[in-house]
């Protein structure tokens, strides 16, 4: 049975977190949150401006995966998406809204938080403000090849890819600025599963 979900607005100084008391039978439950984050945006230009981020997230405990939705962002700054990532397969999958098109690339877990911590950071968080300014940083991602067998992906992935163009991806082997003649060929996502908010520039979109 769902539940109402909670308003998780992710706090950057961690020294101002504030435990939340979970009693253990709400561990087995899915988790819903609507979180905002500010971050500090250098990435488009050189001056520093000043961006909002909202996101609903599910955490999945038991199957050990994370269902991010991106809504289309109020300030420009990115696509609207659907992002699973799925830690038992070790799988990220990014269903870009815009272009009803779904990648998929082995999971970050440099980046990512696993469901539980994540969970923790948003059940420990005051709520109540949004978060104090943080940073972004950049992915950059390219189309490799078709995917046709969407069912090796496993059932969350498949579920959000059926019925879409599925795509394999790489990550650069080393990261570079997006300058805007080049950012034309790519489309970003900007979301957040920990402390700072990431760019995922997906580049030679099909």
Not at 10 to 38: E, K, S, Y
């Amino acid at each position: 049975m769902e539940t109402e979900g909670e308003f998780c607005p992710i706090q950057a100084d961690m020294g101002l977190l504030v435990p939340w008391a979970v009693t253990l039978p709400q561990l087995a439950r899915d988790n819903f949150f609507h979180c905002g984050i500010f971050y500090e945006d250098s990435l488009s230009s050189q001056a520093r401006t000043r961006m909002e981020l909202e996101e609903d997230v599910k955490i999945y405990l038991e199957d050990n995966y994370e269902r991010i939705n991106v809504p289309v962002p109020q300030f420009g700054g990115g696509d609207p998406a659907d992002i699973i990532h799925d830690f038992q397969r070790g799988l990220t999958a990014y269903h870009d809204i815009s272009l009803d098109k779904c990648y998929v690339i082995e999971l970050n877990t440099t980046i990512v938080l696993p469901p539980r911590s994540f969970w923790e950071l948003l059940m420990n968080v005051k709520r109540g403000t949004y978060l104090p300014q943080t940073y972004i940083i950049q992915e950059e991602m390219v189309v490799t090849e078709h995917v046709s067998d969407k069912e090796t992906l496993g059932s969350f992935i498949y579920h959000l890819c059926n019925g879409k163009d599925t795509y394999r991806l790489r990550r650069r082997a080393t990261r570079r600025r997006i300058n805007k003649r080049g950012a034309k060929k790519c489309n970003a996502i900007r979301h957040f599963e920990n402390t700072f908010v990431v760019e995922t520039l997906i580049c030679g979109v099909v």
